[in-house]
């Protein structure tokens, strides 16, 4: 059983998140329509199957063909596409068991239709596929329908003559719609129903509870305004909860668990809820829709799942009470998503995120602890609220800068972007004639958004490329170190002390060159040496690179080109290497492989090296 749901709500979903799509051309004559009696047919978009794509030109009573020949080979017809019959003078419908999908509006507006065969095929039925056939009275082998889009049977006389008795309206699995009674009531759904049609309980102000047994799908705003509802009907097999479909059920309360058999909850699902927790972490959901939680006042923690990755506008705004979020892999947290959450301090869950959107923290207990000074969340830079700021440094790290994150810094002069940031929006930061921008990242992204400032000077790096006529581009050619540090002298064994040194940053600007100490930029230089086999430290600076030579003092050993004091098989391995060129200077004690003397390192020395290690030879040093 688990099975058949499963297959059964990937069919579903493709009619519930929207219309069949548009047929795909997949080449010249493979993809030629085929016209049967007025009906038009092609292959769908992966050409696995037949569609039903124009149905206009056909009358009176139509069958639609369970396969077809479209360029020399047979294909079943699986779909029927959108408004494939709307408006035709069609009088009765034959469809084939093999039909899956039918797209919205499909058969809408057909007046003079009066019955539809589904010769119990297994079928999702799209949005308003039959509203406005007014003589549409019945429907024969419908009892495998798995699911009826909304307002799907609206205005045709089976639904009236169905409707009269006040009863729950059912074709096939699907529940369309519950009229109910006007007293507190509960509820059970029939056996076998697998989809609630979207509104089907909308607004039933005294509907207490309901058993859904099997059910699998819930519709769009399936149980919106039930405002009596105690409980949240939820099973074991729910897989997909549509876009509002529990807003306003102010009753709902309590610790909701949801199994791991869901995989979509749609926005505004629980808009306005009771519920106290809220723990998805067992599902597969992948993003936390807009609004989803949305002003749920008494909703204290929730727990999102791994393969959680975003978190919707408003999805938790005004949940005064929230102060546990578990979001261990999410990645981008979009606009107002927590605001007016005042009950929220602890920003360790939001590690993994990357972006943050406009007013996404504010309000809350993350962001008036940050005291309106500059607030990062995770990677990203959130904002900050100072506007007496002359120079700002983005920390290496921050991978985005959040729209209007520096909105109030209008005397900005200087700004520093790290090699780290992957975007940056040009709504971020002010645009003022005297802000100068240095930018050391990598991805191309950034410098696509900075050409959308309206003012100031950019330094980018050589290679890199700002689009933008409004502000003055120059270029990074490297850096120098201008002032050689205090201690220039070493024992082989000590660290590198950079006291005294200065380190510049080199431009040039329509052919005018600068350069600025780099201790006004922001971010600390890497030294990288081996005194013990060389004299050169290497000066590094966000993806820059400089040479200074010191002296060092070392006892030498000759032949002992690793430094280890021993003079073996080991040192023969790298004098191989070396002159095999292998390795470099570096690598080695070049002064203990100069073993005659003479300039530079020859097989000679290798010679000699071996005579050292037979006994053959002692050299004094």
Same mark, same amino acid.
């Given at each position: 059983?688990?099975?058949?749901?499963?297959?059964?709500?990937?069919?579903?979903?493709?009619?519930?998140?929207?219309?069949?799509?548009?047929?795909?051309?997949?080449?010249?004559?493979?993809?030629?329509?085929?016209?049967?009696?007025?009906?038009?047919?092609?292959?769908?978009?992966?050409?696995?199957?037949?569609?039903?794509?124009?149905?206009?030109?056909?009358?009176?009573?139509?069958?639609?063909?369970?396969?077809?020949?479209?360029?020399?080979?047979?294909?079943?017809?699986?779909?029927?596409?959108?408004?494939?019959?709307?408006?035709?003078?069609?009088?009765?419908?034959?469809?084939?068991?093999?039909?899956?999908?039918?797209?919205?509006?499909?058969?809408?507006?057909?007046? %003079?239709?009066?019955?539809?065969?589904?010769? =119990?095929?297994?079928?999702?039925?799209?949005?308003?596929?039959?509203?406005?056939?007014?003589?549409?009275?019945?429907?024969?082998?419908?009892?495998?329908?798995?699911?009826?889009?909304?307002?799907?049977?609206?205005?045709?006389?089976?639904?009236?003559? *169905?409707?009269?008795?006040?009863?729950?309206?059912?074709?096939?699995?699907?529940? #369309?719609?519950?009229?109910?009674?006007?007293?507190?009531?509960?509820?059970?759904?029939?056996?076998?129903?697998?989809?609630?049609?979207?509104?089907?309980?909308?607004?039933?102000?005294?509907?207490?509870?309901?058993?859904?047994?099997?059910?699998?799908?819930?519709?769009?705003?399936?149980?919106?305004?039930?405002?009596?509802?105690?409980?949240?009907?939820?099973?074991?097999?729910?897989?997909?909860?549509?876009?509002?479909?529990?807003?306003?059920?102010?009753?709902?309360?309590?610790?909701?668990?949801?199994?791991?058999?869901?995989?979509?909850?749609?926005?505004?699902?629980?808009?306005?809820?009771?519920?106290? *927790?809220?723990?998805?972490?067992?599902?597969?959901?992948?993003?936390?829709?807009?609004?989803?939680?949305? *002003?749920?006042?008494?909703?204290?923690?929730?727990?999102?799942?791994?393969?959680?990755?975003?978190?919707?506008?408003?999805?938790?705004? %005004?949940?005064?009470?929230?102060?546990?979020?578990?979001?261990?892999?999410?990645?981008?947290?979009?606009?107002?998503?927590?605001?007016?959450?005042?009950?929220?301090?602890?920003?360790?869950?939001?590690?993994?995120?990357?972006?943050?959107?406009?007013?996404?923290?504010?309000?809350?207990?993350?962001?008036?602890?940050?005291?309106?000074?500059?607030?990062?969340?995770?990677?990203?830079?959130?904002?900050?609220?100072?506007?007496?700021?002359?120079?700002?440094?983005?920390?290496?790290?921050?991978?985005?800068?959040?729209?209007?994150?520096?909105?109030?810094?209008?005397?900005?002069?200087?700004?520093? =972007?790290?090699?780290?940031?992957?975007?940056?929006?040009?709504?971020?930061?002010?645009?003022?004639?005297?802000?100068?921008?240095?930018?050391?990242?990598?991805?191309?992204?950034?410098?696509?958004?900075?050409?959308?400032?309206?003012?100031?000077?950019?330094?980018?790096?050589?290679?890199?490329?700002?689009?933008?006529?409004?502000?003055?581009?120059?270029?990074?050619?490297?850096?120098?170190?201008?002032?050689?540090?205090?201690?220039?002298?070493?024992?082989?064994?000590?660290?590198?002390?950079?006291?005294?040194?200065?380190?510049?940053?080199?431009?040039?600007?329509?052919?005018?060159?600068?350069?600025?100490?780099?201790?006004?930029?922001? #971010?600390?230089?890497? #030294?990288?040496?081996?005194?013990?086999?060389?004299?050169?430290?290497?000066?590094?600076?966000?993806?820059?690179?400089?040479?200074?030579?010191?002296?060092?003092?070392?006892?030498?050993?000759?032949?002992? =080109?690793?430094?280890?004091?021993?003079?073996?098989?080991?040192?023969?391995?790298?004098?191989?290497?070396?002159?095999?060129?292998?390795?470099?200077?570096?690598?080695?004690?070049?002064?203990?492989?100069?073993?005659?003397?003479?300039?530079?390192?020859?097989? %000679?020395?290798?010679?000699?090296?071996?005579?050292?290690?037979?006994?053959?030879?002692?050299?004094?040093?």
């Amino acid at each position: 059983m688990k099975k058949r749901c499963s297959a059964f709500v990937i069919a579903v979903l493709m009619v519930v998140f929207s219309a069949i799509t548009a047929i795909t051309v997949l080449g010249s004559e493979v993809n030629t329509a085929v016209d049967i009696y007025g009906i038009e047919y092609a292959l769908n978009g992966d050409g696995s199957g037949a569609v039903v794509v124009n149905g206009h030109n056909a009358v009176g009573s139509v069958t639609v063909s369970e396969s077809v020949e479209i360029g020399g080979k047979t294909y079943s017809v699986t779909e029927i596409s959108a408004k494939a019959f709307k408006g035709s003078v069609i009088e009765s419908a034959e469809l084939p068991a093999s039909i899956v999908k039918i797209g919205d509006e499909a058969f809408a507006e057909c007046y %003079n239709l009066s019955s539809v065969e589904f010769n =119990l095929g297994t079928v999702s039925i799209g949005n308003k596929v039959f509203s406005g056939c007014s003589e549409l009275a019945s429907f024969s082998g419908a009892d495998n329908v798995i699911y009826v889009g909304a307002g799907a049977l609206d205005g045709t006389i089976w639904y009236r003559n *169905s409707s009269r008795s006040n009863v729950p309206v059912y074709l096939g699995k699907s529940l #369309y719609r519950y009229l109910g009674v006007d007293s507190p009531s509960v509820f059970s759904i029939k056996s076998g129903t697998v989809s609630i049609s979207p509104y089907a309980f909308e607004n039933r102000k005294y509907l207490l509870n309901v058993n859904i047994d099997n059910v699998v799908i819930i519709g769009t705003g399936a149980f919106r305004g039930c405002t009596s509802l105690t409980s949240l009907p939820i099973n074991d097999k729910i897989e997909y909860i549509g876009d509002s479909a529990f807003d306003g059920c102010s009753n709902i309360s309590g610790d909701i668990v949801f199994p791991e058999t869901v995989k979509y909850i749609g926005g505004y699902a629980f808009r306005g809820c009771g519920i106290t *927790s809220a723990d998805l972490s067992s599902t597969g959901i992948n993003c936390v829709s807009n609004c989803l939680f949305n *002003s749920c006042g008494a909703l204290e923690a929730v727990y999102l799942p791994e393969s959680a990755v975003s978190i919707g506008y408003a999805a938790f705004s %005004n949940c005064t009470s929230l102060s546990s979020v578990s979001a261990p892999l999410v990645k981008s947290v979009d606009y107002n998503a927590f605001r007016g959450c005042s009950a929220l301090y602890d920003k360790s869950s939001f590690e993994s995120v990357e972006f943050v959107g406009t007013g996404a923290f504010d309000g809350t207990g993350i962001y008036s602890e940050a005291g309106g000074k500059a607030l990062t969340v995770g990677s990203a830079l959130y904002k900050t609220e100072e506007s007496e700021i002359s120079k700002f440094i983005v920390e290496n790290g921050i991978k985005q800068v959040s729209p209007y994150a520096l909105y109030n810094a209008d005397s900005l002069e200087l700004l520093v =972007l790290p090699e780290t940031l992957d975007r940056i929006y040009a709504d971020s930061i002010p645009s003022n004639e005297s802000t100068e921008i240095y930018v050391f990242a990598t991805a191309d992204e950034v410098y696509e958004d900075l050409s959308g400032l309206s003012a100031g000077t950019v330094y980018i790096p050589q290679g890199k490329q700002v689009e933008n006529e409004n502000i003055k581009v120059g270029y990074i050619t490297g850096i120098s170190v201008s002032k050689m540090p205090d201690k220039v002298e070493y024992d082989s064994d000590e660290q590198f002390d950079p006291s005294g040194m200065v380190i510049e940053l080199n431009t040039v600007l329509d052919d005018t060159q600068k350069s600025i100490n780099i201790a006004d930029l922001g #971010y600390a230089p890497e #030294y990288e040496y081996n005194f013990v086999s060389s004299l050169i430290v290497k000066v590094k600076y966000c993806g820059y690179t400089v040479e200074i030579e010191m002296m060092v003092s070392r006892d030498t050993v000759p032949g002992d =080109l690793n430094s280890d004091g021993k003079v073996n098989t080991d040192d023969i391995v790298l004098m191989r290497a070396y002159l095999g060129g292998l390795i470099n200077d570096e690598a080695i004690n070049t002064e203990a492989a100069d073993i005659d003397g003479t300039p530079g390192i020859s097989t %000679n020395d290798l010679v000699m090296l071996r005579k050292i290690i037979a006994g053959l030879l002692v050299i004094s040093e």
